[in-house]
């Protein structure tokens, strides 16, 4: 299969993004807001990592089915974001939450399944 341009694309934003999670992670914490339901550090989380699961899936699609890709980008981004929160608990101004990993996870399943709701694009050149 000769990949495109697109795929490469793909690639280097998702590696940008991993590359940008643990940065973030690795930072000092500022103070968050609390609403009612959710704190904005966990908006943030969602928001960061279903970008993080449909460039996972957009990735892993040019070589998987649609099903097994979304899995992957599940499980790559339940990975990247337990080790995140794993550093966080090391760090001394950081402290690991698994409240965040939880919405790591479903961030990664919203962005995943959301990438492969959209038509293929393996054969779009």
Avoid: C
């Amino acid at each position: 299969m000769k990949l495109n341009n697109k795929f490469y694309i793909f690639l280097f934003l998702a590696v940008a993004e991993t590359v940008a999670i643990f940065w973030y992670s690795f930072l000092p914490v500022v103070d968050f807001v609390e609403t009612g339901f959710l704190r904005l550090g966990d908006l943030e989380h969602l928001i960061a990592y279903s970008v993080y699961g449909l460039l996972l899936q957009r990735v892993s699609g040019y070589f998987l089915g649609r099903k097994q890709s979304v899995i992957l980008s599940i499980l790559i981004g339940s990975v990247v974001g337990g080790m995140s929160e794993v550093v966080q608990h090391v760090l001394p101004y950081r402290t690991g939450d698994m409240i965040d990993w939880a919405v790591d996870i479903l961030g990664s399943a919203i962005g995943g399944t959301l990438s492969a709701k959209f038509k293929p694009y393996s054969q779009i050149d």
